[in-house]
């Protein structure tokens, strides 16, 4: 049972890619997506790594990374406010 949902999943995710991939706006579409995904990447690997002097981390996953790819640095600002608000 388990293996035909795995399937039925996979070749949905085939179709679905095969028709946003046809048109031409959906293309554009994915390709601003996944250039402001990668934006958020960054800018979050970079607010880890250095942790701007306040000794904060914010998790990577796929929340902080939509919330920082659609409002960029004043998302990663708030998150990074309500992570220093969580802790004190």
Not at 11 to 31: D, I, P, Q, Y
Not at 35 to 45: E, N, T
Request: proline share 2%; no cysteine.
């Amino acid at each position: 049972m388990r293996l035909i949902v795995i399937v039925v999943l996979a070749v949905s995710l085939l179709l679905l890619m095969g028709m946003l991939l046809r048109n031409k706006e959906a293309r554009r579409g994915m390709s601003w997506f996944m250039l402001h995904a990668i934006g958020a990447f960054v800018m979050l690997y970079l607010v880890n790594s250095t942790g701007l002097g306040m000794d904060v981390e914010v998790a990577v996953n796929p929340l902080t990374l939509i919330t920082v790819g659609l409002f960029g640095v004043p998302g990663l600002a708030g998150i990074v406010f309500l992570k220093m608000a969580v802790l004190i």
